[in-house]
């Protein structure tokens, strides 16, 4: 098993553009989140999955979207990236719910100027 | 509202010692902890879990202690080694309950293990 894939390893964008992270895992997982890491402030969850079709916001949510089509893939979208937007993502999953243990990708470094 | 704190941003061991890092916690529904490391450049990878109906689990050279009256638990790790130099993260869950949507976590603690 690859596990927890993301796709690209390192973006730079200008502000206002938009672009997809990509995350996928093939463990058959029910559960997928995107959480944002920045200096001094631990991990921050954005969006959760319970299931394909089932998503919902966590603690910061703004300019980030989600959709779950398939339960193997869990794009998330920067609408119009802001340089409050520059950070590190981490895709992660577990096999049914949230608050069990979560197996996490390696992350994409995202710089937005 | 911190709900999960790692008050101590750094530490620094020598090699064949002790390393403990200490997490404290508010939230009484909390019933479910969790050890990550994370490497630089990678993501964090699971380490340890302990569950509120026990007060340690062992794994190897890995002990995880909760002291669920002060909500307080911590990592050993003995003995260290320089391969351990990482940030620890620690985090808990309402697994039983509450929020089960989510894992909670601290900020971290930078373990720096010297030769």
């Known amino acids: 098993n690859a596990g927890v894939t993301q796709t690209p390893k390192f973006q730079v964008l200008k502000t206002g553009q938009s672009m997809t992270l990509q995350c996928a895992q093939d463990?058959?997982?029910?559960?997928m989140s995107w959480y944002r890491q920045d200096p001094g402030m631990g991990l921050r969850l954005i969006h959760y999955s319970v299931g394909a079709g089932i998503t919902d916001q966590g603690e910061v949510p703004n300019g980030y979207n989600v959709s779950r089509s398939t339960t193997e893939d869990f794009p998330l979208r920067l609408l119009s990236a802001a340089p409050s937007q520059t950070s590190v993502y981490f895709c992660?999953?577990?096999?049914?719910?949230?608050?069990?243990?979560?197996?996490f990708g390696p992350g994409t470094r995202l710089l937005v100027l | 509202d911190q709900q999960v704190k790692q008050n101590s941003p750094s530490l620094s061991v020598q090699e064949g010692r002790i390393s403990i890092l200490n997490c404290d916690y508010t939230n009484s529904m909390f019933d479910y902890f969790l050890w990550y490391k994370k490497y630089p450049a990678e993501g964090p990878t699971f380490l340890i879990s302990?569950?509120?109906?026990?007060d340690k689990n062992e794994d190897g050279r890995f002990t995880v202690f909760l002291n669920k009256s002060a909500k307080h638990l911590s990592l050993h790790i003995v003995p260290s080694q320089p391969g351990d130099s990482a940030v620890y993260f620690c985090a808990s869950s309402a697994y039983g309950g509450g929020s089960n949507y989510k894992l909670t976590f601290g900020k971290g603690t930078l373990l720096t293990v010297n030769p």
């Open positions: 302990i569950s509120s109906i026990k």
């Open positions: 463990m058959n997982h029910e559960y």
């Open positions: 992660a999953s577990s096999p049914r719910t949230g608050s069990e243990t979560q197996y």
